[in-house]
């Protein structure tokens, strides 16, 4: 006689053989019994049934019982419930408008985060899109904009971070920061005020990514002091919203970046989002008082695998931007999507930034059928080398000109005078001082036209198209291979984000069984593309 839990098959079949634990492994949405053969030493599954004690003799022992596993309980619940969304994804900022106004709207109504690409944009531009969105979403919070850290241009960083709390974006996304400034702090302060039961309320939630620890630590940190009464002696925030910034982190949502595409540090999800959850943990026993900081994952997230890893690895939410290029709402043209469709993990590489060029930053993009990578090393190389302009040698002046630029160097600063004196004029005066800058200016001039060729889809420069991608494009396409979303007329953003995330959920409950002893067939850690609502 066993005194241990039994379960009875009371007219349910248990799974032993390879099939029928495949296909029981695979409902999660219902709980699923562990059970043993003691005749047979067997180990397997089943549903329903009854569970209880009894004889031996009866049923079969009762290893464990996995209660139903829903996507949307992957990760930190708490942030669901802040963000008013349903699941713990976001669709991440892909700059110059590729992360759309369409996309937003499309993420927000199906109860999921995503923010509009205002990088690398200008202000006018911004200025359309959050209108477009806070006349179209209405009171809905779950979605917000980009800011970007241009230390190139503080004005824009400045004005777009007024732009954002006039238009009351409700959630700020920092990218790009290597410390904080006034801009991303004003954000963070503005509206702070204190609720009736004495907590900080925040007009406005801040997301922050960062790939390095001191990064991370700056943004899970009250405001300091310097930045706060700076802002009150502009005016931009009150006395009292400055001390109630001591009472809170500049951020409550810390998205770690991995080795994603555009601005990244390449490094590995697996060491980084490890130490960055025990910094945050080390931070909360130094500052008990602060609100939890929910720390999120990017970089690398193509596949369920990829994102279910990253909620095992303690992740309180994803986010995604590399595959939502493909998607049918992003700011990208069909042959740029083309080329992305195309890509592998191995095909992208490292480039010069257009929007830190001077500081020697690099960006992941896209190598395989594209030319820009070596083109924009060849100019930064240049820039390095020579005092100005007319330092170039004439033979590596006519290379640059005739095959990458297509263009004169006066030709090209033309052009660049025109733009720079519409959006800021003080490069132009600073320029007129500076050949060095000049310089800069005039090969920036590529890096940015480069990008805008790969979104309009111009074909006479298909061969210098900046896409920022990361490996994770080429894993996604390894997975959608020879299914729906193989189609580009099937890949909404939303349905891409349905399936990584119901794809996690499924590998999450296989890898949950094979903890128990079960014997999982390979065949349920593979999640295939399917419709889904």
């Known amino acids: 006689m066993s005194s241990g839990a039994r379960w009875l098959p009371a007219g349910s079949e248990p799974a032993f053989t390879p099939d029928g634990i495949a296909e029981l492994g695979r409902r999660t949405r219902e709980t699923v019994h562990v059970i043993k053969d003691e005749a047979r030493g067997a180990v397997g599954l089943a549903l329903g049934g009854e569970v209880g004690g009894g004889p031996a003799a009866e049923g079969f022992a009762l290893l464990g019982s996995l209660p139903p ?40 109504r199906a109860e999921m985060m995503s923010f509009f690409g205002a990088g690398g944009l200008g202000f006018d531009a911004v200025e359309r899109a959050v209108a477009r969105l806070r006349s179209e979403l209405g009171e809905a919070d779950n979605w917000g904009v980009n800011l970007i850290h241009s230390p190139q241009e503080p004005e824009l960083e400045n004005r777009v971070a007024g732009l954002l709390l006039s238009q009351r974006v409700p959630v700020v996304s ?69 001390e109630l910034a001591s009472r809170v982190p500049v951020a409550e949502d810390i998205t770690v970046e991995s080795d994603s595409g555009g601005h990244t540090d390449n490094r590995p999800l697996g060491a980084l989002l490890p130490a960055i959850l025990g910094l945050r943990d080390q931070l909360a026993r130094a500052n008990p008082g602060l609100p939890h900081v929910r720390v999120g994952a990017a970089g690398g997230l193509g596949t369920p695998d990829a994102v279910a890893a990253a909620f095992a690895l303690g992740a309180a939410y994803v986010v995604t931007g590399s595959v939502n290029q493909v998607a049918r709402e992003a700011g990208l043209s069909e042959e740029a999507k083309g080329l992305l469709a195309a890509a592998d993990v191995a095909d992208v590489t490292m480039a010069p930034a257009a929007d830190m060029f001077e500081l020697g930053v690099k960006l992941q993009v896209l190598r395989r059928g594209t030319m820009f990578a070596a083109r924009a090393t060849q100019l930064y190389d240049a820039y390095v080398s020579h005092s100005a302009l007319e330092a170039i040698p004439a033979d590596l002046r006519l290379r640059i000109e005739r095959d990458i630029l297509g263009a004169t160097f006066d030709g090209i600063w033309r052009q660049t005078e025109r733009f720079w004196q519409e959006r800021d004029p003080k490069e132009l005066e600073r320029a007129a001082r500076d050949p060095k800058h000049r310089m800069a200016l005039l090969f920036r001039w590529y890096l940015g036209r480069s990008s805008r060729w790969a979104i309009d889809g111009d074909p006479a420069r298909r061969a210098d198209y900046q896409i920022w991608c990361g490996p994770a494009m080429g894993a996604f396409n390894r997975w959608v291979a020879g299914s729906f979303l193989a189609d580009p007329a099937e890949r909404t953003v939303v349905q891409i984000a349905h399936n990584l995330i119901e794809g996690a959920a499924a590998l999450t409950r296989a890898h949950q069984l094979r903890t128990y002893g079960v014997p999982v067939p390979d065949r349920v850690f593979t999640f295939r593309p399917r419709r889904l609502s």
């Open 69 to 108: 596993l829903y996507p949307e309980w992957l990760g930190d619940r708490g942030f669901c419930a802040r963000h008013s969304v349903r699941f713990p994804y976001v669709a991440g900022e892909m700059a110059n408008g590729i992360a759309t106004v369409d996309m937003v709207k499309s993420m927000a």
């Open 174 to 242: 920092a990218s790009a920061f290597m410390d904080l400034t006034p801009a991303i702090v004003r954000c963070a302060v503005s509206g702070l005020a204190l609720t009736r039961s004495g907590q900080v309320h925040r007009a406005t939630r801040v997301f922050a990514k960062v790939s390095r620890p001191e990064v991370a630590e700056r943004f899970m940190a009250p405001a300091p002091k310097r930045i706060l009464d700076h802002l009150v002696a502009r005016g931009e925030i009150t006395p009292h919203e400055a």
